[in-house]
């Protein structure tokens, strides 16, 4: 199914080949300057006429080198770079870190902190997911409507963050055994002003492109990712849900306080780029009930495990894997503790969307030369994390 | 000097021989097209020319320009696609390489 | 699904009420004119570190932070540059030299505020930072990072309100204690060291005997004063002279001993310190060594640092961050000399 | 009228002439554009509306569209030919026919008495009087145009299409 | 043309009233103005219709782009330019400025003399369209007698400049956008035309003019609208759809695409040739609406509209009105929609548009032969209403589908 750009297959344009009109394949280097590759990244398109015959994902140039740097840091130095692998979900990368950190470590975290972490997280799929579709729609050609309408309710949240932790994107809010900072009254007010809020905008915003026709057409059965394919190439999150592929971390593996809150896990079952749009549509949805619920169930007491030391924190030698369901998919950290303790031996990150990215060509080749950006943007990248 | 009849026919006379040149000379068979075009187009100008100097009052010659026009294009779009089913065949667009009439 | 384009007409009638609704409902429109109107940033918000001092006579001397370069090391982008300050003789001053923080690599991650055990560092949240230049423009050295508390209450009320009440609490601790050790110091004179058993020559005269800020003198004066003074009280050479030249009778500790250990006191230098734990202990002669900031860079306190080595929990000398080499390499002298390494 | 006639008379053989002699095939196109416009402007100083019209809509707006996605089909994008030989094996031969042919033609009309010819009127002929002509006198032969366009249609159809056909 | 010869004398005596106090030449000038010679009437008579074009139009252009830039940004819940000037007036000027003083760069490898050349013929079929768009009550610039037709054809035209500047870039982004400006405009000219062929059928006439006239009378000079009749209306929205395709406006701005082709034919132009593009592409735009205000909306008929000076002016304010909205519906549209995609232009254009614009040509056929009004009205919208859903089915059936989604357990 995925083969290796290597392979001559994809150039081996032969004329006489398709058995359509012979015309001269044109190479197109789309990025890394480019509109709408989100970021610093190529596509290497062959195309014919308009249509694409050949693509290759280039990547790499954001990297910074995330492992060699985490591997070379106390396990704390470590947490302010997870907020720049993905820079929209800060605070989802703290938690699957601070998990990651948990796990080996033994660390029990409080009650309050899970709920606060839960309340974070589910805040973060929102503005993921209300981006996502956005900056989708923007590639669309919707000329910024719906991303700004996006923006408008980011803001709110992005104030939170930044109320509660300090800054808007780099929150580097979690720390191993609870969080930084504990949520005052006011913040779960706000938090809950946000709760009930969002499904006005929500309702807006479908109201908005739901039902546009333009939209259908230009969505539905483009990108197609059949879910053979998409558990073979370990594809995680709203595109394996897209596909139909019924995988979520928080139902898996419950960790955090997922098990005590009721939810649902919309599935889609052609997998192309509007089921990709519309299952986050309603994973939304159903996060707005989770913070509803956290926000009314979340206890008093502290915020962070006590024994937790800032400096000099050592863990036994050991390695742990943790996880989450991140906005994007599943995104791990595996960290490997040795003799002394005090920085990762080995520190590896399952990026979500840099694995997600891998079956592009699979979906684009056939369609047309805009469709690529739109499945582009219905995979939900961001450089920071492919790249690392 | 009064433009007349003669300088319009002297044109379009000089018109259609740059076309035959074309047509004839060229080895690309989308210029040998547009020399054809070229002859076309100076035959056109022969009708209105004569229609303006001679035969003002009846539409003969305006309504011959009209369907020379119509059947420029058609021949122009058959052509063309010809042109497309020649390269596919032979990769090239030469006339001197169309040797063959086996397809 | 109705007609063809009728969902592109409900799109357009949800354009129409935005055009509409951004005239008159503040919810809608939420730009902000920036140069003339700026947000309220929350109490929270972070940007920068700035260095708090406590008296706005004398900033330098007045600074909380003591070059303990705890976060040096810990700024995950190393952005901070500091170098102790030191006497002609070489002394450590208890502050820094320099202190530089490069904001085109710091990533306003907070951890340098967070390690900080003296409460010297902490977040800025101004953020017009921007400046012409891109290399010396973009570093900050000590007079811009110097703010003052009252700026720190300022910008962040709630937690600068905690942060005093925590100050004031670790002195009048600190006071405390001081104040039954000071006593016997004070009459030490004629007994003339009376029997503090256990470690060192006298039990009390660890009191650090700080010349108040009031007195007239330069710092320079008054850091040597101290230093000699404490000395002098701790040998009880001349004990009864300490107090008229301390000014005020009951001179408030700024930085008060935590055990009875001379040696203890940051103003020594390194052969004064080792020559007062010349007859202890190798833990003590390790503690001695060390710089006696209490800054917990190694993890510990100097106490339990040398512990630690003296036990053989903690193999890494190299700890010890104010005291720079000379702490490590006088910590590696010692355990050859005690056969340890 | 004089100038006008010495200006797009110039404007049309310039275009011509580059048509058939640049190298880069869309050079070509652009000329013979350029080509066609003087001779839509020879029709409008001819008193010829319509056939203004007509030739822009026709000419620029179709046929030369056509022959450039017919370049684009069949050529390298750039257009340009290389060092290749431009001119069949049997050039001296065309030059030959058309200069003896233009000759001819010349001679022909310095004979002829109805060349110097000057205008019999001023007025144009509207539009309407076209259209009724067209479905009146010349109704069969607009109807015959039209199946001609039709079958011209279909025929470029299925002839530029012709293997996805015999594939399916 | 013909109007403003008539007026001439009176506007040269009003001139020469004015200048007549002038020392020295006061008086010869006054006495030249007052008894004009014809050529001189003749040229002011070319030359103040020219101006007008000249000036207004690019005028309404600069404007133009400051309400889009406002609108959108209002649409967006932004505030839009409102830095120069009080309410952003002065951007237009700020973004004049800026342009030409930028550095104008050329592709080392671009084909330089076509490349040069684009900009320039991308603005004259632009403005060369605005010679037959009626102002106001009989105030054309010329009343050609093939007025739509001569529209067609230049509009048509400009195609030329966008090929030319893709092309000539030698930048793969520009030919791609090049080719499908090209494909785009060619195709969407069959629909238009034929939109258009029923207003003909039923004023009668190319004239711009003539059908601008056409659709006056009736209550208040606005029932005879040809936008209110069955088959105006569906030609209104046909008409509407090709001239947004051919002026490249959203939903069909394929051609500069900015998220697929960076900004397709003019990714390689900047400073001045872009400026000119822009223009270019904007002067179309205004055109082609001012040619669907004249076709459908009833040009400059309005409540108040007539002849005489004072109807000539109310004429013309209800034609800029009428001009206003087009734009404003165009901005709209370009702030709600997302884009269409190449392959589904080409089809929606040959499978939907043009089966509909044949369809309507019958439409108005059935409306001239039936003589009883209600008749009428009731048998070309039944048939053309029946038409719309069929083909609207047609259309949907391929690509639109509705979907369910169900929830894990």
Known sequence: ?388 | MNVSLDHYLMLSAFLFAIGLCGALSRKNAIIVLMGIEIMFNAGILNFVAFWHYKYFAVLTAQMFAIFAISIAAAESAIGLALVIAVYRHYQSIDVDEMRSLKG | MGFIGKGLFEGMVVTARNFVGSYFDKERLVTVQYPEERVQVPENSRTFPFLVFDKDSDPVASMRCVACKICEVECPPQCIYIVMDRDEKGKPQQRPKVFDIDISVCMQCQICVEVCPFDAIKMDNNYEKSQYGRFDELVEHLPELLKSNEFYNKIKPTEATAVDAKLKADAEKKAKKAAPAAKPAATAAKPAAPAAPKPAPVAAPTAKIAIPDDAPFTPEQRQWLSGYLSTVAASGVAPAAAAPVAGTPAAPATEAPAGNWPWHDPGLGMQRRLDLAKETPIADKLMAAMAQTDCHACGYDCRGYADAIATGAETDLSLCLPGEAETANMLKKLMQEAGKL | MEIAFWILSAITVIGAILAITMRNLVHCVLSLILFFLGIAGHYLLLRADFLFAVQVLIYIGAVAVLILFAIMLTRHVTGTEGPREVLGGKWWAGMGTAVIIAGLLWAIIRKDPLAAMLPAGMASTSVTEIGRALVADWLVPFEAMGVLLTAALIGAVVIALEEVIRKR | MDQVYKVAPQLLKFLSYLLGWLPWIGKPVAGFLSNPPAWFLLAVAIAIPILFVVSVFPGIFAYTTLVERKALGRIQNRIGPNRVGRWGLLQPIADGVKLLTKEDIVPRSADKFVHFLAPVIAVIPSVLLFSVVPVGAGLVPVDLNIGILFAFAISTASVLALFMGGWASRNKFSLLGAMRAVAQVVSYEVPMVLAAVAVVMAAGSLSTLAIAKAQGGGILNVTHWFVFRPWGFVGFILFTIGAMAESARTPFDIPEAESEIIAGYHTEYSGFKFALFQLGEYLASIAMAGITVTMFLGGYNGPGSGPGILGGLISMFWFFAKLGGMIVLTIWIRGTWPRVRVDQLMSFAWKVLLPMSIVNIVAVGMWHYIAIRPIAWVVTTLWLVLWFITLSKLAASENIEKREYRYAS
């Open chain 1, 1 to 388: 199914m995925i083969q290796p750009l290597t392979d001559a297959k994809p150039y081996t344009l032969t004329p006489g080949s398709n058995g359509v009109i012979e015309t001269q394949t044109l190479e197109v280097s789309i990025g890394p300057q480019h509109p709408s590759t989100h970021g610093v990244f190529r596509m290497d398109c062959v195309l014919d006429g308009e249509s694409v015959v050949a693509l290759k994902p280039v990547m790499g140039y954001l990297h910074r080198n995330h492992e060699q740097l985490a591997e070379r840091m106390a396990w704390l130095g470590s947490m302010p770079y997870t907020d720049r692998l993905d820079y929209f979900n800060s605070m989802t990368n703290n938690w699957a870190y601070a998990l990651a950190v948990e796990k080996l470590a033994g660390i029990k975290v409080p009650d309050r902190a899970e709920y606060i972490r839960v309340i974070m997280a589910e805040l973060t799929r929102l503005l993921n997911h209300s981006c996502v579709i956005g900056f989708m729609l923007q590639d669309l050609g919707a000329w910024g409507t719906p991303l700004l309408y996006a923006f408008r309710e980011r803001e709110r949240i992005l104030d939170l963050y930044e109320a509660v932790s300090g800054s808007r994107m780099m929150c580097n809010y979690m720390r191993f055994g609870g969080v930084r900072v504990n949520l005052t009254d006011e913040n779960l007010a706000t938090a809950k002003d946000i709760a009930t809020r969002f499904p006005r905008f929500l309702d807006e915003f479908e109201k908005l492109l739901t039902n546009n026709e333009v939209l259908l057409a230009r969505t539905q059965r483009v990108g197609v990712l059949p879910k053979e394919l998409a558990i073979n190439a370990g594809i995680s999150g709203p595109m394996a849900r897209a596909s139909g592929v019924d995988y979520d971390l928080r139902k898996v593996d419950k960790y955090g306080v997922y098990g005590r809150l009721e939810f649902r896990v919309p599935l889609g079952d052609i997998g192309d780029v509007y089921d990709r749009y519309y299952i986050r549509v309603l994973e939304m949805r159903e996060s707005i009930k989770i913070l509803q619920q956290a926000l009314r169930d979340i206890p008093q007491g502290p915020h962070i495990a006590p024994e937790v030391k800032l400096r000099n924190f050592k863990i036994p030698p050991g390695d742990g894997y943790g996880r989450i369901e991140g906005p994007k998919g599943e995104l791990g950290f595996y960290l490997v503790s040795d003799e002394g303790g005090k920085q990762p031996y080995r520190y590896h990150v399952r990026p979500p969307s840099f694995i997600n990215l891998t079956i592009l060509e699979d979906m684009c080749v056939g369609h047309k030369v805009a469709d690529v950006v739109v499945i582009l943007g219905s995979v939900d990248i961001v450089l920071g994390e492919v790249d690392r």
